[in-house]
């Protein structure tokens, strides 16, 4: 029997865990997969854990938590034969959204159960690797704002959002990427192996998680009325369209800003320097999932999306999960 190690971050996200092992346990069981499970209990345990699953050949790790415990799990499986299973139990769940992996835990443990492997790639940003998305600037402060808060979930994260906004000023960076440099001052910098921050925000709509290319997202700075619109522009889908937005696709990059500050890697914040070099790694990471979805279409895929959403939060009710 093969084997897969499931790994519960629980106090990630706003969803009761109760009773995910033994649903695991008993789902996977039944497509001939043992599983066995271990709880972080602090930051950097999902990535020992991930690890040491890799170490031991097993088939898969599975992360079930939010963004932060994806990049964790995943981190631990690099250049490995193990591959990323994700049941997405996060606020945004970014990764699992993008590779159209359901936040309904019976329709994710399917996609594991079917043992569809595919091979995909990650980036780093000064050797610190992110699976999603990377930002600076307005994103960047928004989740740090987020991350002081006492409460997880779609709210907290709207009224972070709401309150930066309310004071964040533009930046100065100096990008160098395919034999270019440009000087700008920006609202948002992101870079993207996948195409949403998550919650259907589609920051890079024509990303790929398996070209061997970042996407560069550049919100320049703008009115504050332009950068509404561009608000409005991320969750229709309509982003490539803003006339604030610049976009490139790039297999390495260096950034330089004027001061240190907050950056974010996959939604999670973390302090970088002044330079920041990015690099994206071609099919260095194995994931369970049905493949990239369909290409985005303004204003029908996230409507496709939401419906799907809110189905799978009423079949939670039903079976009070």
Same mark, same amino acid.
């Given at each position: ?36 499970? $271990?709880? =972080? ?6 990535? @020992? #854990? ?8 097993? +088939?898969? %790790? ?91 979930? $779609?709210? =907290? ?6 309150? @930066? #906004? ?8 100096? +990008?160098? %990427? ?144």
């Amino acid at each position: 029997m093969e084997k897969c190690l499931l790994i519960v971050n629980p106090i990630s996200g706003t969803t009761d865990k109760q009773g995910l092992a033994e649903r695991t346990i008993h789902k996977l069981r039944r497509a001939d997969i043992k599983v066995e499970v $271990l709880y =972080t209990e602090r930051p950097g345990d999902a990535r @020992e #854990y991930a690890g040491i699953a890799a170490q031991k050949g097993y +088939l898969g %790790a599975i992360a079930a938590g939010g963004d932060g415990t994806v990049n964790e799990v995943a981190s631990g499986l690099i250049g490995s034969n193990t591959a990323l299973g994700i049941l997405p139990l996060g606020s945004g769940n970014g990764l699992a959204r993008h590779l159209n992996i359901s936040t309904d835990i019976s329709d994710a443990l399917n996609v594991i159960s079917k043992r569809n492997i595919v091979d995909c790639d990650y980036c780093d940003a000064n050797g610190h690797p992110f699976f999603c998305t990377f930002g600076l600037g307005f994103d960047a402060a928004v989740s740090k704002s987020f991350s002081k808060s006492k409460h997880r979930g $779609l709210a =907290t994260y709207i009224r972070s959002a709401l309150q @930066e #906004y309310l004071k964040f000023e533009p930046s100065e960076y100096l +990008l160098e %990427a395919n034999g270019k440099r440009i000087r700008f001052r920006a609202f948002i910098v992101a870079a993207c192996n996948a195409s949403q921050y998550g919650n259907n925000a589609f920051i890079a709509p024509e990303a790929s998680i398996k070209d061997g290319l970042m996407d560069l997202t550049i919100v320049h700075a703008g009115t504050p009325f332009t950068q509404a619109i561009m608000g409005v522009d991320l969750l229709t889908g309509m982003i490539r369209n803003n006339m604030i937005i610049q976009t490139m696709k790039v297999k390495e990059a260096t950034i330089r800003r004027l001061e240190e500050g907050p950056v974010h890697l996959d939604g999670d914040p973390m302090d970088m320097g002044e330079e920041i070099k990015l690099f994206c790694h071609h099919h260095q990471l194995k994931i369970f999932t049905t493949g990239e979805p369909h290409p985005v279409h303004p204003f029908l895929t996230p409507l496709k999306y939401f419906n799907r959403e809110i189905l799978n939060r009423l079949r939670r009710l039903r079976k009070d999960y």
